[in-house]
């Protein structure tokens, strides 16, 4: 008898390591998901919620997320994806107060930051839309269009100088701007250059030499004659 319950328990360690190490796998290879058993699914519920939220129908991409939430409620991506779900549900509102938490818990939260990003921005808070800007310029995430983000809070004097005084604080996200400031309007980003610079922002010399000798060749010669002002002050 002893030996038929060693034997059963042995089985189901084995049933259990197996099932964990597939859920450990789905993160790597989405793929293999829909294979993880349902009491196992973690990763596995993650990837494939993050694949279905937008695409499955609204009831059974809320309650993915409601469930994901429920099994790993730490990760403030999690709450974001029920956010997306419970707004194709109709519930902005919840969807709003479900935002606003995930952007406190994380800030490399991409879909957090853009929606904070919105809501500071259709309020007027200029500064802390140039907070989520920044945020958004730190993460380099190749879906996320930052740059568009960025040409909207640049579009008024406001945001200008919202950005201009984020510059002055420097950071990591600051060298991803300025290279992406050559695809961006280029008389509003030369004007919050200059006025980030006249605030005392120390720049980086290398961007901004990039910059004006993308200005150069497209006969913007006012923008180019800003930006090599602010390199009189550029930290090398």
Request: glycine fraction near 6%.
């Amino acid at each position: 008898m002893i030996r038929y319950i060693w034997i059963a328990v042995m089985v189901t360690l084995a049933v259990l390591a197996a099932g964990l190490q597939l859920d450990r796998q789905a993160r790597r290879q989405p793929e293999l998901a829909p294979l993880v058993p349902a009491p196992f699914r973690s990763f596995a519920l993650e990837r494939q919620t993050i694949s279905t939220v937008r695409a499955d129908s609204p009831v059974k991409a809320l309650r993915n997320a409601r469930l994901l939430v429920e099994r790993r409620p730490v990760p403030s991506e999690h709450l974001s994806l029920l956010a997306i779900a419970e707004v194709r549900n109709g519930n902005e509102a919840g969807a709003a107060l479900i935002v606003q938490q995930a952007a406190r818990r994380g800030w490399r939260d991409s879909i957090a930051q853009q929606a904070m990003f919105d809501i500071a921005l259709n309020a007027g808070d200029m500064a802390e839309a140039s907070r989520r800007v920044a945020a958004l310029w730190a993460m380099r995430e190749d879906q996320v269009p930052v740059a568009d983000f960025t040409a909207r809070l640049l579009a008024t004097p406001q945001g200008r100088s919202a950005m201009a005084e984020m510059l002055t604080t420097g950071g990591r996200w600051e060298r991803a701007f300025l290279a992406g400031g050559i695809d961006l309007p280029p008389a509003t980003f030369a004007a919050t250059i200059n006025e980030a610079a006249a605030r005392g922002a120390r720049l980086d010399c290398l961007m901004l030499d990039r910059l004006k000798g993308a200005y150069v060749p497209k006969h913007l010669e006012n923008e180019a004659a800003i930006i090599e002002k602010a390199r009189l002050t550029c930290q090398r």
